[in-house]
């Protein structure tokens, strides 16, 4: 196999691995909108050591994508705050590497462009909120305390990024590194209770459309709930998606998943210009707190825009397939091949992470299935999630692994 192909199937698998590490974490409750472990940013630190930097952006971009494509919410907000948080946590934990790194080791540990990287990536996200989605700054009282889980989250996954980074230098060492048999499984892989992507299949001409008609749509659509500022607007909108939802002939409910699993995120547009927005006759006073006319107005007008823009990323995930989703991008980035983006390389990596998740996700659930933890609880998952990192980050090193 020609060496870019063995890179490319490495940056593949590892999108793979980041996007099971970003699925999985994906499952837990979240406190407060916004913070959450970033297990998946720890393949990230891992590749910007092991590859460079340009293969850990690719891996910080394509996993975003993935793992939308998975979780049905591409092009929704949530996938807005990924994406850009991904981008703008990679180049600072890649600058600060580059700067503090002398004789090949970097001069400043992983735990701390760990920190740096993840203080980055709320950062991102609380602007990117106030910019396109809550325009209140009642937004930045989450400040100090995205500013703590930076150094809580930055720490553990410093910590386990050096674990994992000292164990692969060991392991290569000694000649390789060697899959334990109850881990390694032979032979095509089927996890029932995975699904990739959340496509509905069924005879309609919107199933029909280019995917890369229905992405522009898409963008389009959310640019016009961003810049519009009265619920007339939204109220049109919403008719559209109402008949666009009816020519797809899919259950009117399946378009309201995304809506019910960011609950808090919606209620949390809401709270904020509610609590936060003084102007127009008091409703409500609760200590320091009051609520205003202007305040419920802002507040229901800021959930709705949440509210449409997953609705119409609903629609894109629901009528449009990962495989077509992944040949729409690919069109679309063509036009910028003068930039060195290649819609080609981008798309054989979508494909590939695609089919190679199922294999990846049944040896992490054998891995945790059959690992023991022991007495000392954080210690040993510490070492447990650092031990499964290892085995998936060597998977992608396996040139006996035939998946792509």
């Not at 930097?53 to 092009?75: C, K, P, Q």
């Not at 899959?179 to 496509?199: C, D, E, L, M, T």
């Not at 933890?373 to 070492?383: E, F």
Request: net charge positive; with cysteine.
């Amino acid at each position: 196999m020609p060496d870019e192909d063995k890179k490319l199937k490495k940056i593949a698998l590892l999108v793979s691995c980041a996007t099971i590490l970003q699925v999985a974490e994906s499952f837990f409750p979240q406190v407060v909108p916004g913070v959450k472990l970033g297990l998946a940013n720890m393949i990230v630190l891992i590749a910007l050591v092991d590859m460079g930097f340009r293969s850990a952006i690719e891996i910080a971009v394509m996993r975003t994508v993935i793992s939308s494509l998975i979780l049905g919410t591409f092009l929704s907000p949530s996938f807005i705050l990924s994406f850009s948080s991904a981008i703008t946590s990679t180049l600072a934990m890649g600058l600060v590497y580059k700067l503090l790194s002398g004789g090949g080791k970097p001069l400043f540990s992983l735990i701390g462009i760990s920190i740096i990287g993840a203080m980055a990536h709320n950062l991102t996200q609380i602007s990117i909120v106030y910019l396109l989605l809550i325009k209140n700054t009642g937004v930045f009282m989450l400040l100090p305390w995205l500013g703590i889980s930076s150094v809580i989250t930055g720490w553990v996954t410093g910590v386990v990024a050096s674990q994992v980074c000292s164990r692969l230098e060991r392991n290569r060492t000694k000649g390789g590194f060697k899959v334990p048999a109850a881990y390694s499984k032979k032979g095509p892989f089927v996890a029932p209770k995975f699904n990739i992507g959340r496509y509905i299949s069924k005879d309609s001409h919107l199933h029909s459309l280019s995917p890369e008609i229905k992405i522009l749509a898409i963008i389009v659509l959310a640019i016009i709930v961003v810049i519009s500022e009265g619920f007339y607007e939204y109220f049109i909108v919403l008719a559209m998606l109402i008949l666009v939802i009816a020519m797809t002939k899919i259950p009117v409910m399946r378009f309201f998943d995304g809506v019910k699993r960011l609950y808090l995120f919606i209620a949390f547009s809401f709270a904020i210009p509610m609590f936060f927005s003084y102007g127009g006759v008091i409703v409500m006073n609760f200590g320091i707190l009051r609520i205003t006319q202007d305040g419920l107005y802002h507040g229901s007008l800021f959930a709705f825009r949440l509210i449409l823009l997953m609705i119409g990323a609903a629609v894109l995930i629901r009528t449009t397939s990962p495989q077509e989703l992944a040949s729409g991008i690919k069109s679309l980035l063509r036009p910028f091949k003068f930039t060195g983006i290649s819609g080609d390389r981008v798309s054989r990596i979508v494909t590939s992470s695609l089919l190679a998740i199922p294999v990846l996700w049944e040896n992490a659930h054998a891995f945790i299935k059959n690992y023991k933890i022991g007495k000392k609880k954080v210690k040993g998952l510490i070492l447990a999630l650092s031990s499964l990192i290892v085995m998936l980050y060597m998977k992608s090193e396996d040139d006996t692994l035939d998946l792509i």
